[in-house]
């Protein structure tokens, strides 16, 4: 028999005029998107514990604060009133969004997630184009593509550091393979081991941080060389 403290206690919040229940003590950003109330993000995974709230995109209005929280961390609680939609909110998305995108290489045709990529997405929510042009766009002085490791190919120009695979690499318990290096505007994902080292050939058949990737900057080797070679039978490389 379940424990009574063991019953989760089911709360009734208000998101854009919209009452929903849900249970206290989740994450709003989690509790929206089942409720199809979608709030751009790109950092954040379900299950996360800790989320960075990083990208910034899922800022909402919660009444009594007194500035924009970051849903992914917000935590749900009885009669809570929640904006999602304000135009003061619009216009905070599309600055953060400006400055992702100051760094992408904007070319959608040549990428595998293209129609199925979280930024073209954002975008298209947030009316922004993915080469804005009211910043200046900021060349990265590292490598367009990096192919050291045995089963990965990371495309660092596309790269929104997110840190969704170096997560999920390191939930896997197979330890850290995946993680940020270098700082500021030079921090890419960089890759530990080699292609003799087990910790590498346990990514073989796992390749879940592409899998998770918003962007399609990380992918399988195999089937990154699959799509260069489509694109150059077509005559687009």
Known sequence: MQAVEDIPVT????????????????????????????????CFLEGMEDPPASCRLCLVEVVGENFPVASCRYLVKDGMVVRT?????????????????????????????NHSCELQRIAKFLHQPLRTKRLRHIERNY?????????????????????RCVYVCGKLEKGYKLDFAKRGIDT??????????????ACQDCLACAAVCPVGALNSKRVWQDFTEELKLQGKL
């Open 11 to 42: 709360v009734t919040i208000t998101v854009d005029e919209r009452k929903i229940e849900a249970c206290a003590g989740r994450n709003l950003l989690s509790v929206c998107l089942e409720n199809n109330i979608y709030i751009p993000h790109l």
């Open 85 to 113: 939609d304000s135009e003061a909110l619009l216009q905070l998305r599309q600055t953060a969004f400006r400055l992702l995108v100051s760094t992408n290489d904007g070319r959608c045709h040549l990428c595998l997630a």
């Open 143 to 163: 490598p367009e593509l990096i192919t050291e490791h045995p089963y990965l190919v990371y495309e660092s120009k596309k790269c929104v550091l997110c840190g």
């Open 188 to 201: 890419v994902v960089s890759f530990f081991g080699s292609d003799i080292d087990p910790a590498t050939s």
